[in-house]
């Protein structure tokens, strides 16, 4: 022990100087920085959360708005849809509308086309009749009564007519 | 490219510094050069004293105490620097200490989960004390400035100390006479110069001289000495004691001496010249068994502590004295008592072991090659110093693990 240096006044000094060193230290060193490591750890969790949070709500907004789009982009497709439903139905109505105008207009042209005609046919026929009677007066020289003559042009008229 | 004129420059001052360094240092003193070789420092296990105290009690102040306050003192200030304005973000030497922080936090969670925390306190303590005081005995003057103390402050010194200290107390004279005795082949450093109290330039361990060449005696004229006195005859009435007294006080070489290491006579030119004992003012902290012993014994009652209070008196206690379950468990629980005074012991040894080779290291190079032999040695003292502050932390933190680990808990698998 003694060629070693081992001795006991010297040994309590190193150990009661480390003793102090040690009380020392764990007031001005440990207690602050282990407070310090201890709350920027805490800080970083809270912003890391907080990050999380911020993250999360804009996925939310981000999926709402996505939503929303799709809901307008159905209503636009649907109000182009109707859009051309109510042109496809106009035109239809247009079309029907115009072709029985146009039927119309054609079974009144004929109508009075045939009036016409008739007016036509029956003049025709006064002229004819009188026309008739004059030559047939002419060619038999009153033979018959002019009564008589013009039932009898009637009645062949009639039958030629209906023939 | 090589041939630029500034790398032969420089090529060449490294290439004369070696020369002078090896010329200079003890290869070039076989040669008859050797003109940088400082005297080879006695290398004493034991811590010097550098101040004496006698009253109200008797302490000696060792220069490894000195080294263990300045160590302190440094760790605090760092720490006060570090912790005085602490900021969120961090920088400077608060970003070192809690890198450390951080690194210890980390290694505790690893070893023993968060309950390990708690020997952390105790355990950077350790790391950071042992750290310094192993990097601050590394420094230029540690062990190298000193005083020199004289051949009668030696004699008087040693006379309070040792087994001649018992004869101290009834009798000042005999316990000189004692010292004179026994350490008559003591070697004290010669100096060239007359003025010793400046660091002296001397030639080694060949420059020294035994206690009795100094005093003028052989050892068998202090046992008559000692008879005469034994037998009544006053101090001052005996001749040769009072010469011997004068050439002590003296300090001076007074006659030829063969030297130990080769059976040669001492050249007559050292006759006269003036000798002393070299005492560094500082010496490495863990450097002195006294410091390596206090601090394994304060890890161990941390240790023990720990144990006591996480697993009350019963289970830790348990673990040492152990009747109940047969003669086995009970050597068992001797060994395992004596395992704490081995852990002890071996963690004083490994330290101061370490740190005392690394020191007689770089002593033995700035005397084989002075001003670049030390260089390289410098950086692995550096490495080591960091590695042994580790190695005695680390180990704390896990002996504190298994201590506070429920000894039942290794029976049940």
Not at chain 2, 272 to 300: C, H, Q, W
């Amino acid at each position: 022990m003694e060629a070693l240096g081992i001795n006991l006044s010297v040994l309590l000094t190193q150990l009661i100087s480390f003793t102090v060193l040690f009380l020392i230290l764990r007031k001005l060193l440990f207690g602050p920085i282990s407070s310090m490591l201890q709350t920027r750890s805490e800080k970083i969790k809270e912003s890391l959360e907080a990050a999380e949070k911020v993250k999360n709500e804009a996925d939310e907004s981000a999926e709402k708005l996505e939503k929303e789009i799709n809901i307008a982009r159905q209503e636009g497709q649907k109000l182009v849809q109707d859009a051309r439903d109510a042109a496809e139905n106009f035109r239809q109505q247009e079309m029907e509308k115009a072709e029985q105008e146009s039927q119309e207009i054609i079974s009144k042209a004929n109508k009075a086309i045939e009036k016409e005609r008739d007016l036509a046919i029956q003049s025709v026929r006064k002229e004819f009749s009188s026309l008739v009677i004059s030559a047939a007066t002419k060619v038999v020289d009153k033979s018959i009564d002019e009564k008589d003559h013009k039932d009898l042009i009637d009645k062949t008229l009639k039958e030629e007519i209906n023939k | 490219m090589f041939l630029k004129p500034k790398i032969i420059l420089i090529l060449l001052a490294l290439l004369s510094v070696f020369v002078i360094s090896t010329l200079g240092g003890a290869l070039g003193d076989s040669f008859g050069f050797g003109f940088l070789g400082g005297p080879m420092p006695f290398i004493s296990i034991a811590a010097e004293t550098v101040v004496h105290i006698s009253t109200p009690f008797s302490y000696d102040l060792k220069n490894s105490t000195i080294m263990l306050w300045i160590a302190m003192l440094v760790i605090i200030i760092l720490s006060w620097l570090a912790t005085r304005n602490m900021k969120e973000i961090p920088s400077g030497l608060q970003n070192v200490f809690e890198l450390i922080f951080q690194f210890w936090i980390d290694t505790a969670d690893e070893a023993g989960g968060k309950s390990a925390r708690r020997f952390l306190p105790v355990v950077i303590t350790i790391f950071l004390g042992v750290l310094i005081f192993n990097w601050l005995g590394i420094l230029p003057g540690v062990g190298s400035i000193g005083k020199v103390e004289t051949v009668e402050e030696w004699v008087h010194h040693h006379s309070h100390s040792g087994h001649c200290g018992d004869d101290y107390k009834s009798d000042q004279i005999l316990a000189e006479l004692c010292v004179l005795e026994e350490d008559y082949n003591h070697g004290f450093v010669v100096f060239d110069t007359n003025v010793i109290n400046i660091m002296p330039i001397g030639r080694g361990e060949t420059t020294r001289a035994p206690l009795s060449a100094i005093g003028g005696y052989v050892p068998e004229d202090i046992s008559n000495i000692k008879k005469k006195i034994k037998s009544g005859t006053s101090p001052s009435d005996i001749p040769e004691l009072v010469q011997i007294q004068k050439n002590i006080h003296d300090g001076k070489v007074v006659n030829l001496y063969t030297k130990e290491s080769d059976g040669t006579i001492s050249p007559e030119s050292y006759l006269g010249k003036s000798t002393g004992e070299l005492i560094p003012y500082f010496r490495g902290a863990s450097t002195d068994v006294n410091t390596t012993l206090a601090i394994a014994i304060f890890s161990m009652l941390a240790i023990q502590f720990w144990g006591f209070s996480s697993l009350g008196f019963k289970g830790y206690g348990g673990k040492f004295i152990n009747f109940s379950h047969g003669p086995i468990n009970a050597f068992v629980g001797i060994l395992e008592l004596f395992g704490e005074f081995a852990k002890t012991i071996s963690f004083t040894f490994r330290l101061f072991g370490n740190m005392f080779a690394g020191e007689i290291v770089l002593i033995s190079m700035g005397f084989l090659l002075p001003l670049i032999g030390m260089m390289p040695f410098m950086g692995l003292e550096i490495f080591v110093g960091m590695i042994q502050a580790l190695i005695f932390s680390m180990l704390t933190l896990v002996f504190g693990v298994m201590a506070v680990t429920s000894h039942s808990e290794h029976d049940d698998h």
